[in-house]
């Protein structure tokens, strides 16, 4: 007998239409047509704080200001290492609708061990090898954290000098001239372990996106009336 194969099946997908090509199409469109959807962020001792979609476009707009006035544009890479939720979503958004590329990095662990220790750690050659893969962009970092700067220019063999705060890329005023690229341009770029060899990217388009989230959505039946619970920041 044939063995079994892996393969799930599906109907096609879906027509998507026009007007939600690319992510700031979506939360554009989310934020004008579903003004009581949005994100509610459940922290570790189990409080909630919720923000509508409109909130979420308003900080990212933010945001955004400030990535434009800091000389960054479109199509540009910029590392994001951040803990805090909030922050990750409106600076994440902030990039996507300015037409930069974010690239999604954990923070590395030890930032109490010792100098040696902390350029030693997996986490830190896995940035120092990304950043240098990527032409040295800008870093996002949850603090200042100048002993990790430190080590990562010590392994990279250059300094790093664009190294931003999430405190860093605020602004009072908000930014409205989004930039709409192509469905199958880069929305954002993710990077493996680098466990067993050197960190290897993933492009992943907004087509790529689309097709993932209309796939889950149509083969489950999801629609406006469910909620998604979501492990990661993303």
């Known amino acids: 007998s044939q063995p079994s194969r892996a393969v799930a099946e599906a109907p096609p997908l879906e027509p998507r239409p026009e007007a939600v090509r690319t992510l700031p199409q979506w939360l554009i469109c989310a934020a004008s047509d579903a003004p009581e959807a949005g994100i509610v962020y459940v922290a ?23 990535l434009r006035e800091r000389g960054l544009s479109p199509g540009q890479k910029v ?28 923070p590395p662990k030890g930032e109490a061990v010792g100098d040696d220790d902390l350029r030693d750690s997996s986490d830190t050659q896995r940035l120092a090898a990304v950043w240098k893969k990527l032409d040295c962009p800008p870093l996002i970092v949850p603090e200042p954290l100048e002993r990790l700067r430190d080590a990562v220019s010590a392994i990279a063999g250059q300094e790093v000098s664009l190294w931003w705060t999430p405190a860093d890329i605020e602004s009072s005023v908000e930014d409205s001239r989004w930039h ?40 489950n039946g999801f629609g406006a009336e469910n909620a998604a619970l979501c492990w990661a920041p993303l």
């Open 44 to 66: 570790a001792d189990g409080s909630e704080d919720r923000r509508s979609y409109a909130d979420v476009l308003a900080a990212a707009g933010r945001r955004l200001k400030a």
């Open 180 to 219: 709409l690229r192509a469905p199958s341009s880069t929305a954002f770029l993710l990077f493996s372990s680098g466990s067993t060899r050197e960190p290897q990217g993933v492009q992943v388009t907004h087509d790529n996106v689309w097709a993932n989230v209309q796939a889950t959505c149509q083969h």
């Open 79 to 106: 590392v994001l290492l951040i803990r805090n939720t909030h922050e990750f979503v409106e600076l994440f958004w902030g990039c996507i609708l300015g037409g930069m590329v974010p690239v999604l990095l954990p």
